[in-house]
């Protein structure tokens, strides 16, 4: 006798949901469900493993790994969801069907995907699938159009749904994905510095608006007047006001009175570099001044985190040589400690779930993790 059903009812009702948290807490997301279509799983072996899900999130982004082991179809019920989903295969193939069975296409190793979840919308996975999903706010990604734009689009953000991964626009988008699943997977991630990930998803939406083609692309593409260097002065002024805490840039944008796309051009003409590099500098120079001046009662690695500088080994040196010009000596007994090696594997109690993980899984599987598969 089987115990099949009743496990394929954890997945398909949808039970699991609570499991995921703090991610996933949207009650909207019980609109996405699963049903399992492949008849062999007639066959599987009591206690295998036959899907799995892990859940990550990083600011305003939940993270999903999904692994099934037989054919799922992913369906969102009425009245759908706000949210896009940017996904990227790493296994198998995902055919996507819109609502009204009007846009089809398939996505795999080479082709992403990314959609809205509208009502109606299916997605058919193949046997042996996994993938990453990124599921992106509407309200975040409509703040950074409206920032490039200068002001509010008048109708939502349409993307081409297939993104090929080997072009060069796309490729910026991919790499960021890449670095995403690093960041999850390392004990130093930069998910518990909310600069970090403001600056993070302000990279990851600024890039996906640009590089893949949607309803906005012409109007993107057209030149941005640049703004008065009154402007950028007020732009500089915000920067420096807000250095220890978490600065988007449409935040920057609105201060100094332009679109994002014009703050953009204004740094490049009169400053010759880019608002996010000014806002890293401006940090930096925080932290120095700090280490410099400070009391000595917080580290060089306390500093760092204070300023959003996750990463030790890559600002140990700027921020030390800094703090030897300025005040003449070398700071005592504030050094970093030496870059952990990234873990690449993570542990996991149920060795089925060991056995059938792979690369993507451990970053995302970190924060939490779900197996379904037959009791013994």
């Known amino acids: 006798m089987y115990y099949l059903f009743s496990d394929l009812s954890e997945l398909e009702s949808g039970v ?180 970090a990930c403001r600056s993070f998803t302000d990279l990851l939406l600024y890039t996906l608006l640009r590089s893949q083609p949607n309803n906005y692309s012409a109007r993107l593409a057209r030149p941005a007047d640049s703004p008065v260097p009154r402007s950028i002065r007020r732009a500089e002024e915000f920067i420096r006001s807000r250095a220890g805490q978490p600065i988007a840039l449409h935040e920057v944008a609105e201060a100094a009175g332009c679109s994002v796309r014009s703050l953009q051009l204004g740094f490049r003409q009169f400053r010759n570099t880019t608002p996010a590099a000014a806002i890293r500098q401006v940090r930096l120079e925080a932290a120095r001044q700090m280490l410099a001046f400070g009391d000595g009662a917080q580290t060089v690695t306390d500093v760092a985190y204070q300023y959003g500088f996750t990463n030790p080994g890559r600002f140990s040196g700027p921020l030390q040589g800094n703090v030897r010009r300025i005040s003449g000596g070398r700071p005592q007994a504030q050094s970093f400690p030496p870059p952990r090696r990234r873990r690449t594997q993570t542990r996991v109690a149920n060795r089925a779930i060991r056995q059938n993980s792979c690369a993507i899984c451990p970053a995302v599987s970190r924060s939490c993790i779900v197996a379904l598969a037959e009791p013994v």
Not at 48 to 65: E, F, I, N, P
Request: charged share 20%; net charge neutral; glycine share 10%.
């Open 16 to 195: 699991y949901w609570p499991q995921l948290q703090p991610y996933f807490i949207k009650p909207y997301f019980r609109r996405l469900t699963y049903r399992l279509t492949d008849r062999g799983i007639a066959g599987a072996n009591k206690g295998q493993v036959l899907s799995m899900r892990a859940a990550g999130g990083l600011g305003d982004l939940d993270v999903a790994y999904v692994r099934d082991r037989f054919s799922t179809v992913m369906s969102i019920s009425d009245p759908g969801l706000p949210d896009y989903c940017l996904t990227s295969v790493s296994q198998g193939s995902l055919a996507y069907l819109g609502p009204g069975s009007k846009l089809t296409g398939d996505s795999n190793r080479t082709t992403g995907l990314i959609y809205r979840g509208l009502p109606g919308t299916h997605l058919s996975a193949t046997q042996d699938h996994e993938r990453l999903a990124i599921w992106i706010s509407a309200r975040s990604l409509e703040q950074r159009l409206a920032s490039l734009l200068g002001e509010p689009g008048k109708d939502d953000v349409a993307f081409d749904h297939l993104i090929d991964w080997e072009s060069g626009p796309s490729q910026g988008v991919r790499s960021l994905i890449s670095l995403l699943t690093q960041e999850l997977a390392s004990p130093r991630s930069f998910a518990t510095s909310d600069i």
